[in-house]
């Protein structure tokens, strides 16, 4: 059943096109994920769902109910800002409690919503606290206990981790994925981390100028992006863009200065016409060492330019076809520059884009 549909809509300020006859269905009880950079638009299609912008063109329904042009109020949506936006003036229980005192809610109601959100949020302690005696992630949880309390089917959470440390956001995001597991409630959740993303969402909706890009499960856009920039996006550390061109032959070659990869086990989704120009994109954890009794379909001999140590792993840099080329390799596993390596690949994990379109090939 669709909980949130979103249906060709668009939003204009004045000659600026933000939102492009977007579409979008968001199923019950699904955590969705909007991801991108700042300015692609993800922030403003949330604020549309939530009402507090109106669309240009389009239609945005609810639980089946037209919506379009109901208050956010009357929306049945809770949502998650940036911002914590709490009362100073207020403890932590009349934060929580200001909205539905405002409603009119009956008093037993009141004490009874707000005990099972902070008890979900684990924050019991801290009722009679003020904001000020609160740390970040404290004061996040009470922002979110906000938007529990309306007790409504809809979370909107725009960025809510974004002001945190990155101790603190990796410790809220498991406590939001809980959340989301307890609850059930439809979740539809703005980033621009993509480690955010692809451990949260059910699915991701990747989005760049006003349009989503590609809208999959998180390990379905990691391993087959749509297009380049989208393979680009996703991956931490980036994927690696080797610029060549295909070369015809009883086996199909993408030949980059004095590299030949066979493409033999490559998928391709649609035809690509021989000598035309391509990006290979491989993942620096795609590529391991050749002499580890792995047989690699490609490998090749390369020097160690740089040493990148990360804890749990090291990535090393070297080249390919006289261009960058990055692979990780294991913590314990001791290089340094100007060592030899001979390294390798599996063609059918690559991605090939249209060195025109950036589209997948």
């Not at 922030?43 to 549309?48: A, D, K, M, R, V």
């Not at 769902?49 to 109910?65: E, N, P, W």
Request: aromatic content about 8%; some cysteine.
């Amino acid at each position: 059943m669709t909980s949130v549909q979103v249906k060709d809509v668009s939003l204009n300020f004045g000659a600026v096109e933000v939102l492009k006859k977007l579409s979008l269905d968001v199923t019950e009880g699904e955590f969705l994920v909007l991801l991108g950079p700042s300015g692609c638009g993800k922030s403003t299609l949330l604020n549309c769902i939530a009402g507090l912008l109106d669309v240009s063109k389009g239609q945005i329904f609810i639980k089946g109910r037209n919506v379009t042009w109901e208050e956010p109020k009357d929306r049945g949506i809770g949502m998650v800002f940036q911002s914590y936006a709490l009362y100073p003036q207020m403890t932590v229980e009349g934060n929580l409690s200001f909205g539905l005192r405002n409603a009119g809610l009956p008093k037993d109601e009141i004490a009874r919503r707000v005990a099972k959100a902070s008890g979900i949020l684990q924050i019991e302690p801290l009722l009679q606290r003020r904001p000020a005696a609160l740390s970040g992630g404290q004061r996040q949880r009470v922002a979110i206990g906000r938007a529990l309390v309306r007790d409504v089917d809809v979370f909107l959470f725009d960025e809510p981790l974004s002001n945190l440390d990155a101790k603190l956001r990796s410790e809220l995001r498991v406590e939001i994925k809980r959340l989301h597991q307890r609850l059930g409630n439809t979740m539809i959740y703005v980033t621009h981390d993509q480690i955010e993303a692809l451990t949260l969402a059910d699915r991701i909706a990747v989005m760049k100028g006003g349009a989503i890009q590609q809208l999959d499960a998180p390990q379905a856009i990691y391993n087959n992006p749509v297009n380049r920039y989208v393979a680009g996006f996703i991956g931490s550390p980036g994927m690696n863009f080797i610029e060549g061109r295909i070369e015809p032959g009883a086996v199909p070659l993408f030949k980059a200065g004095d590299a030949a990869v066979p493409l033999d086990r490559y998928r391709f989704s649609r035809d690509a016409l021989p000598g035309s120009d391509v990006t290979l994109g491989v993942r620096p954890e795609h590529i391991g060492f050749a002499d580890d009794g792995r047989a690699y379909a490609f490998a090749f001999e390369a020097g160690v330019e740089v040493v990148e140590p990360m804890g749990s792993d090291t990535l090393v840099w070297t080249g390919l076809g006289g261009q960058p080329l990055s692979f990780r390799v294991e913590a314990d596993r001791h290089l340094a520059v100007g060592d030899k390596v001979r390294i390798g690949f599996d063609p059918a994990r690559v991605s090939l884009f249209d060195g025109d379109t950036g589209d997948r090939l």
